[in-house]
């Protein structure tokens, strides 16, 4: 179920994965760059927008494409005029990215051709249509279910921990759909690979030490959850802001 903890987690996850540079860059008008030279910040910024290395593998690109879409689509941000905007750019640059003879393009002149059309508005509702009815709620839904306790959460798990040599304490802005209440079963998870040997057992004690501050989030991140939904809840009631601050 994608409940408001995802939602916080989600957008804990956003925060710490993209800093505020990306999400200025991600919120802002884009500008049309015609064959502009190859500068460093040329060639990030669609990067920057999927949260993603200018190295980053085929398989690296549509996991940070995932995550964002989870974070980002409208769906998931009601009331945010900017939403719209944002997904549009995400989908964007991951159709340039994905394809290896438009990334090489953009990498090379930090050009992207036409941008899919997007400078025509009745592209755009149509473009839009088509994307949204792929990443759809009931999607969202299917894909959480699919991925949490999976072979692939698990992996991540593992590849997180052994990239941070044992540091768990972002684990939960780093490990798609997770929330709050995973702590546990995630540190279970982690005990097991160090075990066993899937994680290495040197990593142990760096685990151990930051278990706690890993809890300590997941608890910060739980009292957000509470005072978003009354906020929610209150800002839902309209001109009744009172009644509608008795919702869960």
């Known amino acids: 179920q994608v409940g408001s903890g995802s939602l916080v987690a989600s957008e804990a996850r956003l925060s710490e994965a993209c800093p505020a540079s990306a999400l200025a860059s991600l919120m802002a008008p884009r500008r049309k760059v015609a064959q502009a030279p190859a500068s460093v910040e040329a060639v990030a910024s669609l990067y920057d927008v999927l949260g993603a290395a200018a190295e980053a593998t085929p398989a690296e690109l549509q996991r940070a494409f995932r995550l964002r879409a989870l974070q980002l689509h409208p769906d998931k941000n009601p009331g945010d005029e900017n939403a719209k905007g944002a997904f549009q750019r995400l989908t964007n640059a991951y159709d340039v990215l994905k394809d290896p003879e438009r990334r090489r393009l953009y990498d090379e002149t930090g050009a992207s051709e036409a941008?899919?059309?997007?400078?025509?508005?009745?592209?755009?509702?149509?473009?839009?249509?088509?994307?949204?009815?792929?990443?759809?709620?009931?999607?969202?839904?299917?894909?959480?279910?699919?991925?949490?306790?999976?072979?692939?959460?698990?992996?991540?798990?593992?590849?997180?921990?052994?990239?941070?040599?044992?540091?768990?304490?972002?684990?939960?802005?780093?490990?798609?759909?997770?929330?709050?209440?995973?702590?546990?079963?995630?540190?279970?998870?982690?005990?097991?690979?160090?075990?066993?040997?899937?994680?290495?057992?040197?990593?142990?004690?760096?685990?151990?030490?930051?278990?706690?501050?890993?809890?300590?989030?997941?608890?910060?991140?739980?009292?957000?959850?509470?005072?978003?939904?009354?906020?929610?809840?209150?800002?839902?009631?309209?001109?009744?802001?009172?009644?509608?601050?008795?919702?869960?």
């Not at 698990?154 to 759909?177: K, N, P, S, T, W």
């Not at 009354?230 to 800002?235: G, H, K």
């Open 115 to 248: 941008d899919a059309g997007l400078d025509d508005p009745t592209g755009v509702d149509r473009w839009m249509r088509g994307r949204f009815a792929v990443i759809s709620e009931d999607a969202i839904r299917a894909f959480t279910e699919g991925y949490r306790l999976s072979a692939e959460e698990r992996a991540d798990v593992a590849a997180f921990v052994r990239r941070r040599a044992g540091d768990v304490e972002h684990l939960l802005e780093h490990i798609m759909c997770s929330e709050p209440r995973d702590v546990d079963r995630f540190l279970e998870l982690v005990g097991r690979m160090l075990e066993s040997g899937e994680v290495p057992a040197e990593l142990r004690g760096a685990v151990d030490a930051s278990s706690k501050r890993l809890r300590r989030r997941a608890t910060a991140m739980e009292r957000r959850a509470a005072r978003e939904r009354r906020e929610l809840a209150q800002s839902s009631g309209g001109g009744g802001g009172e009644r509608g601050g008795g919702g869960r």
